[in-house]
Each structure stands twice: as C-alpha cells, then as structure tokens.
T-cell receptor
C-alpha cells in the first residue's frame, strides 16, 4: 500500500507570493490533516478535511486555506507569504471514521522557504 | 485546552543504554488517545503506538515499551538497549473529542542521540 505522498518536496518563494502544496493520502483514507512544523513553535495543526469538507481548523490566519477533492487528495494554499511561513508542512491521512481505530500516517513533508 | 509536555529537549546516550522519554499531558476529555511518533532526519513522522485512555496496560514491542499512568497523566516511552538507528526526534501527542480524533496536539519533541 502506497504511503502519503506530498509534492513538491522543497519550495522556495519570495514574500508576497502564494504557494500551493499537494497531498495524496493512503488509498481508502478519507481524512487529510495539515500540520506546520517550525523550530520555534513545533508541530501545529492547521486544518483537517473529511469527505471534501473542512472538519476541524487550527488557529492560523485566513491566508492559510485548503481543500479536498472527491478522490481525497488535498491541497493547501498560503497566500501573501511572510518570512514566518518558512516551515516544514506535513500532511497526514487517516480513515477518519472510527475514533477507536484512528491513526494518522504522515508524509515526508514539503519544506517551504520564504525569502 | 489540551497540552502535551515533553520536558527533555535532548538526550544523549551511548549504544546499548536504556533510555526513557517522558511525556505529560493535560486534557479535560474523559476519553482520549495518546500517541508516540518518531521523526528521523528524512522528516516523515513514523507512527509508533496509540493508547486509549481507558486502557492502562503497559505495552512492549521489541525493544520499545510504554508506561501509561492516568493518575499522573503520563505516557512515558522506554527504549531498551538503544541503537544508533534510534537517533531521531520523538513526539508524544494527544487527541480527543473536543479537538477532533483526527487532530493531534503534539509536544515539542525530544531529540535522542545514540552514539556508537
């Protein structure tokens, strides 16, 4: 079974630009979550999508948005990039149905550098 | 609000030593789930274990063991006879109904360095 795939692996952007990151979940998983990892703040939850609907949202500004397609693939968009947005963005997929058996599986992440 | 504290920022051991990584959590949920993940230099978070709040049995998997104590809100992770390949950052995490079972609250992580 293929794991969680994130593209691209590395990205360099300049302030003010926007960026789109992509995540393909494990086959059969309906939940996709996004996390931001920085040395200072650690791992922080951005949002979760389940069956094309945002189910949970973290405490991030509106510049961070996402969506999920009917095949469960998800994209995350950051507009008007700031230097502080430089981070490793991790995507996780899970079945999303039964809390008693919920396990998140992570991709290798997209390393975003904002110059 | 949920919170996970990993007080040890970095631990250095020599191969074959035993090492325990501490994790203390806070939650108002009565049902919740605790996790440990390993993050090697490649960046991917690797799932190690999930524990339900109503199951306080300790678990052993090879050289890994976990001690869950609800009375002290702790979920500690021990590696027996550590190996160089164990070098990584280890994260403890928590999920529950208030935040969503698919939403994890992570600790800051403990970097484990195992030298030969």
């Amino acid at each position: 079974k293929a794991g969680v795939t994130q593209t691209p692996r590395y990205l360099i952007k300049t302030r003010g630009q926007q960026v789109t990151l992509s995540c393909s979940p494990i086959s059969g998983h309906r939940s996709v979550s996004w996390y931001q990892q920085t040395p200072g703040q650690g791992l922080q939850f951005l949002f979760e999508y389940f069956s094309e609907t945002q189910r949970n949202k973290g405490n991030f500004p509106g510049r961070f948005s996402g969506r999920q397609f009917s095949n469960s693939r998800s994209e995350m968009n950051v507009s008007t990039l700031e230097l502080g947005d430089s981070a490793l963005y991790l995507c996780a997929s899970s079945p999303g149905v039964d809390p008693a058996n919920e396990k998140l599986f992570f991709g290798s992440g997209t390393q975003l550098s904002v110059l | 609000a949920q919170k996970v504290t990993q007080a040890q920022t970095e631990i250095s051991v020599v191969e074959k030593e035993d090492v325990t990584l501490d994790c203390v959590y806070e939650t108002r949920d009565t049902t919740y789930y605790l996790f440990w993940y390993k993050q090697p230099p490649s960046g991917e978070l690797v799932f190690l274990i999930r524990r339900n709040s109503f199951d306080e049995q300790n678990e052993i998997s090879g050289r890994y063991s976990w001690n869950f104590q609800k009375s002290t809100s702790s979920f500690n992770f021990t590696i027996t006879a550590s190996q160089v390949v164990d070098s990584a950052v280890y994260f403890c995490a928590l999920s529950g109904p208030r935040s969503g079972y698919s939403t994890l609250t992570f600790g800051k992580g403990t970097m484990l360095l195992v030298s030969p």
